[in-house]
Structure formats: structure tokens, C-alpha cells
């Protein structure tokens, strides 16, 4: 039976504009002339209809196991949609909350609620299906699979499961982009002959491994694999029961971090089970805080490992055995340098302009993590992109070189640097703060798992009020200004930090 626990909305309507005729609605979605009273009928009425149809679904909790192909947008409410299950798991044939079929269908904003008991299987994406917005979690899920991409699916969103919970497997064909899984395991690649990509993301485990290949290819770039949780597990791992008819894993831009020295916590845990041929090729990343567990190669058939511009730190030997190869090129060892979060470099940082030289690949990605330009000097040198997820972004103006017979001129120059003040979110999409002096700003917001909106602005001394493009929606987000002056004089970057809010 569902039950809307509630359905109350505000007096906006969900989308702009009055509802079509191919819009099939829940109860509490103002405006709809389509109405039922569930989800699932919902779902079944936009079925039975021909063309592009959405189901448009009212705030609060949702209780069923839903299911729905086809030309179809599941679109949550503004106010909130959560799904849940009441019957689940092995008596029930393991349904998932929301399962959904078909290269035409998308789930948009919603969340999926895993209930707290034995086996609940969250959102199933089929057949090239996709997911935007969307939010798993679950506190109390036991042996849980939140997300199963299925072949040419594709997500971006979250997912968050406890300890002893799947975050997401992935299928041939499959995308997570923009997104943050967090589970043990958080990630499960079963690509069989296939191949699935990772990109712009966050992979967090609990416990166990991170992020585990145990067949097809995987491709991962700009992302961080977050391994700081205590205890057993490797960070890439293409551990596999059985021979897979193709087995590799290409790091290109990935933050690999660790929680330190302890036996069986491991980096990159490049494996080959008998009788099959392993290749992971790690490019442009850094390995760091693993210890001497950082890179190891074990195989039972053939395991072979590439290092090409990659900052391993602490320094550590590879740990091998079996057949293959390692191959290594620029390599170096030193501290990332990285700045309270574990993944971004600071300033300083010896990953700066220290990676492949040259332009960007055919199928390389032209934006970081935090979806800046992957390319980019920093100082006066030439562009080189940096080592792991995050490109730091600088700014130089190489200042006109004085007459060394001009003592007067010379003393002239202008050291001091700008300085921002009064930094602060106006009225949903207007950044204001105030400047020493003239200078060239360059603004960054920034909301977590999201991409960042950067702006680069020429402004005058005193109070400077700049224009998003977009208001910011509800949640935290961070603001950093660095201002420039025509003498090249960069000021001390200031952050604000805290949820949105109008004046």
C-alpha cells in the first residue's frame, strides 16, 4: 500500500508554468490536472501514455517498491519526495525502491530512503536510464546495494550507506559524473567485457575497499578516492573471484588518500587472479598517506602497473610478487602540501605544474574536480596541469620592469597588496565585499559535490558588488576571493563558509 505521510506543498507549482497534458502527478502537486493517489499509478497512467510523459511527485514519504520504463522524468518536489520500502529483501525477491528502464528516462531530484533491515536494495537504473539530484542513504540498512547502474546508465548525485553497505556497482557502458558514493564497498565495478567511467567525483569508503574493479575496464579521472577511514581495505583494488575477460583500471587526475601506515590498507592494490591479465596505468595522480602499503602487485596470472607523473608520499616501494611489470616516469616523493580538506593542494604545493606537459587528450576531461580549467599556470610559468583531482588556479601579471638609472622610479614600485574585506552572500545571487584598491578579482562559489561557479572580474577601490548568474539553492556553500593589483601584488584569499541566506 503507499501511503503519503505527507503532501502538503507550498503554493509554487514544481516546475514553472501550469501542468501539460502529458504530465501524470501524485496527490499534492498543485495545478495537475493528471492526479492519482500513489506513486506507482502515477507511473503505470504515464506508462500507458505515447511520448515524452513526467511524473510529477508531491512532498514527503512514499512507501512501495516503484518501477516504470520508457520516455518518462521522475521528478521529485521542491520541498522534499523521499522513497522508501516496507517489504524488502529476500522474502520480498530483493525489489529496489525505484527501479527504472530506458535510454529516455530520468530521475530528477528526489530522495531514496534505505529502510533499516536486511538487504533493502535502493535506486535501479536499466538500459541507459539516468539519475540527476538524487540522494541514498539509510542508517540501519543491512548488506544494501544503494545504486546498480545498469548497462549505459548514468548518475550524478550521492550516496551515502553505513558500514557493511554497497554504495553503487556499475555495468558496461555505465557514468557516475558529479557525484559522491560513500560505502564498504563504496564502489563495485562488474563491467564483464565492457568498460565504465568515473569522472569529477568523490569516492568515499566506510570500511573495506573504496573502489573495487572486479571486471571490464574502469576509467577514472578528476576524482579523489577517500580512504581515510580506519582499518582494512585498499583504496583502487581489481580483485576479482574468478578470470574476467578484460581487467584495467586508468587513474588519470585521481587524489588517492590514506589514514597512514597499517598493514593490509593499501593505495593501489593491483591484482590478477589466475589465469587473467591485470593492467592499472595511474597518470597525473597522487598516492598519498598510505605508507609502505601505498602500491602493491600481486598476481596469480599477470599483473602489470604504470607510474607515469605521479607523487607517491611517503615514498614506498612496490610491493610485488608473480608475473608482470612495473613501469615508472617521473615519480617523485614529496608531501602534497595539502590544505585542511586532505585533497586540495595549497599554494605551495610541489603538484603545481608538476604533470604530463602538453596539451589536453581526445577523451580528457578540460575541468578539475571542482570544475575549474584543468590547464592552467600558476605564477608566470607556462601551463602544465598539476598532479591528482584539483588544478590550483593562480593568477600572475608580470610587473613592467623598472630603469635601473631611475632611483626615484624604483622606489615607487608598489609591494603593497590588495585586501578584500566585508566578504559576504546578498539577497541569493550577489556577492559583495570591499577592496583596498584596484584590482582583478577572481570569485569562487563553491557547494559541496556540485560544480563551482568562478568569476573573473576588473573592479575599482572601495565597496564591489558582483552578479551570479544563477541564485544559489538551498544548502552550504563557500565563498573565496583573491584579488590582484596591477603591480602583480596578490592578496591574502578570503573564504566565507555557511549555509545560504537573504538579507
Known amino acids: 500500500m503507499l501511503r503519503p505521510l505527507c503532501i502538503a506543498l507550498t503554493a509554487a ?12 502527478c ?72 525505484l527501479s527504472v528502464s530506458g535510454a529516455s528516462a530520468l530521475v530528477r531530484d528526489l530522495r531514496i530512503k534505505l529502510a533499516a533491515g536486511y538487504v533493502p536494495y535502493g535506486l535501479d537504473l536499466q538500459n541507459g536510464a539516468s539519475a540527476q539530484g538524487v540522494t541514498i542513504d539509510g542508517a540501519g540498512a543491512q548488506q544494501a546495494i544503494g545504486l546498480r547502474l545498469g548497462t549505459n546508465a548514468r548518475f ?41 567511467t568515473v569522472s569529477h567525483s568523490t569516492i568515499v569508503r566506510h570500511a573495506s575497499t573504496a573502489v573495487d574493479v572486479a571486471s571490464g575496464a574502469l576509467t577514472m579521472q578528476d576524482s579523489v578516492v577517500d580512504a581515510r577511514a580506519p582499518g582494512a581495505g585498499a583504496a583502487v583494488s581489481t580483485y576479482s573471484s574468478n578470470a574476467a575477460l578484460v581487467h584495467r583500471a586508468t587513474l588519470r587526475n585521481v587524489t588517492l588518500v ?27 595522480s597522487v598516492v598519498a598517506n598510505f605508507g609502505t602499503h601505498a602500491l602493491q602487485r600481486m598476481a596469480g596470472g599477470a599483473a602489470d602497473l604504470s607510474l607515469d607523473h605521479v607523487d607517491v608520499f611517503p615514498a614506498a616501494d612496490v610491493a610485488q610478487s608473480g608475473a608482470g611489470t612495473v613501469t615508472s616516469n617521473a615519480v617523485i616523493d614529496t608531501d602534497p602540501a595539502f590544505a585542511a580538506d586532505g585533497f586540495t593542494p595549497t599554494a605551495g604545493s610541489p603538484l603545481i605544474d608538476a604533470g604530463t606537459p602538453g596539451g589536453l587528450d581526445a577523451a580528457e576531461s578540460p575541468v578539475d574536480l571542482a570544475g575549474n580549467p584543468r590547464i592552467v599556470a600558476f605564477g608566470c610559468g607556462n601551463a602544465i596541469r598539476d598532479l591528482g583531482a584539483i588544478e590550483v588556479s593562480g593568477h600572475c601579471d608580470a610587473p613592467t620592469a623598472l630603469p635601473a638609472t631611475d632611483p626615484a622610479a624604483a622606489a615607487a614600485t608598489d609591494t603593497t597588496a590588495p585586501t ?62 583573491l584579488a590582484t593589483d596591477a603591480a602583480g601584488n596578490h592578496s591574502t584569499p578570503v573564504v566565507v563558509r555557511g549555509p545560504r541566506h537573504s538579507e
Not at 507549482?13 to 501524470?24: E, V
Not at 592494490?269 to 596505468?281: H, I, K, L
Not at 550577489?430 to 562559489?445: P, Y
Not at 573592479?459 to 564591489?464: K, T
Request: glycine share 12%; aromatic share 6%.
Open 420 to 481: 578584500v574585506t566585508k566578504l559576504r552572500l546578498a539577497h541569493r545571487r550577489v556577492v559583495r565585499f570591499a577592496l583596498s584598491e584596484a584590482a582583478r578579482v577572481t570569485v569562487r562559489v563553491a557547494r559541496p559535490h556540485h560544480r563551482a561557479t568562478v568569476l573573473h572580474r576588473s573592479a575599482l577601490a572601495g565597496a564591489v558588488t558582483l552578479r551570479l548568474r544563477h541564485p544559489l539553492r538551498p544548502g552550504r556553500y563557500s565563498i573565496r576571493v
Open 26 to 97: 501524485t496527490l499534492g502537486v498543485p495545478g495537475c490536472s493528471n492526479t492519482y493517489p500513489g506513486v506507482q499509478a502515477a507511473l503505470d497512467a504515464a506508462s500507458a501514455h505515447p511520448g515524452a510523459d513526467r511524473v510529477l511527485l508531491g512532498s514527503g514519504t512514499w512507501i512501495g517498491n516503484f518501477q516504470t520504463s520508457g520516455d518518462v522524468t521522475i521528478q521529485g518536489s521542491p520541498d522534499g519526495t523521499v522513497l522508501t520500502q516496507s517489504n524488502y529483501g529476500p522474502g520480498a525477491n530483493y525489489p529496489f525502491t
Open 258 to 284: 590514506g589514514h597512514g601506515d597499517e598493514a593490509y590498507s593499501i593505495g593501489i592494490d593491483d591484482r590478477a587472479y589466475a589465469g587473467e591479465s591485470v593492467t592499472v596505468d595511474v597518470r597525473d
Open 156 to 196: 550524478s548525485g550521492s550516496v551515502d550507506v553505513p558500514s557493511g553497505n554497497e554504495g553503487a556497482t556499475m555495468a558496461a557502458g555505465s557514468v557516475i559524473d558529479g557525484a559522491a558514493i560513500a560505502g564498504a564497498p563504496a564502489l563495485v565495478v562488474f563491467a564483464g567485457s565492457g568498460s565504465a
Open 13 to 24: 507549482a514544481i516546475l514553472a508554468g501550469p501542468a501539460a497534458a502529458d504530465d501524470f
